[in-house]
C-alpha cells in the first residue's frame, strides 16, 4: 500500500511537472511576441533601437534635427539658385538664406553642445525634402525660379510653425530660446520668400 501511494504522488509529481513545462513554454512564446511587438511599436512612436533597447527620442531631440534638417534643405537648394536661377532677385535671396542658415546651424550646433547631456542635431533631409532638392535640379531658367520661390515659402512656413510650436511648449529651456529668438528672422525670410517675382 505505501509503494501505491508513492507510485501515485510520483506520477502526480510528473503530470504537473510536465504541465509546468508547457506553461513555460507558453509563457516564453508570448514573452517573444510581446516584445518583437513592443520593439516594433517603439520604433513606430519615434523611438530609436540602440540594438538592445529601444529609447524614445526626446521632443528636444526631435526639434533639433527639424531645425537642422530645415537649414540644410534651405542651404542646399539656394546653392543650387545661386548658380542656377535665372532672376538676379531670386540669386540675390539665395544668398541671403546660404549666410543666414549657415549661421543659424552654427548657433544650433552651439545650444545643442552646451546642454546636459549635449545634443546632436541630425542634419538629414527628409524624404520630401530630397525629393523637392534633386526636382530643383532638373529645373533650369523661370522653372526653376518658380520652383525655387514655391520651395522656400513653403519650407519658412514651416520651419516658422515649428520654432513658434517649440517656443511655447518646449521641453529644453536653452532650445526654446533658441526657437524663439530665430521666429522673427524666419517670419522675415517668409515675407521675403512670398515676395519674390520669379
Not at 529601444?54 to 533639433?64: K, L, R
Not at 529651456?173 to 515675407?191: Q, R, Y
Request: some cysteine.
Amino acid at each position: 500500500m505505501r509503494y501505491g501511494t508513492i507510485a501515485l504522488l510520483s506520477a502526480s509529481a510528473l503530470a504537473l511537472a510536465g504541465c509546468g513545462h508547457k506553461d513555460e513554454t507558453t509563457t516564453t512564446t508570448t514573452n517573444s511576441v510581446t516584445a518583437e511587438s513592443a520593439s516594433t511599436t517603439a520604433a513606430d512612436n519615434g523611438m530609436v533601437d540602440n540594438g538592445t533597447v529601444a529609447t524614445p527620442v526626446s521632443a528636444g531631440q526631435t526639434f533639433a534635427n527639424t531645425a537642422a534638417a530645415s537649414d540644410a534643405f534651405e542651404i542646399a537648394e539656394s546653392q543650387l539658385a545661386a548658380t542656377s536661377a535665372h532672376s538676379a532677385a531670386i540669386k540675390s535671396f539665395a544668398q541671403k538664406m546660404i549666410e543666414a542658415h549657415t549661421g543659424s546651424t552654427a548657433k544650433l550646433k552651439t545650444v545643442a553642445a552646451g546642454l546636459t547631456p549635449p545634443m546632436t542635431p541630425d542634419a538629414t533631409l527628409t524624404a520630401d525634402q530630397q525629393q523637392k532638392v534633386d526636382a530643383l535640379k532638373a529645373k533650369t531658367g523661370a522653372d526653376f525660379d518658380t520652383a525655387y520661390a514655391a520651395d522656400q515659402v513653403a519650407a519658412h512656413q514651416a520651419t516658422l510653425d515649428a520654432l513658434k510650436s517649440y517656443s511655447t511648449s518646449g521641453d529644453v529651456p536653452e532650445l526654446k530660446s533658441f526657437a524663439t529668438g530665430l521666429i522673427p528672422t524666419v517670419t522675415a525670410h517668409l515675407n521675403m520668400a512670398k515676395g519674390l517675382k520669379p
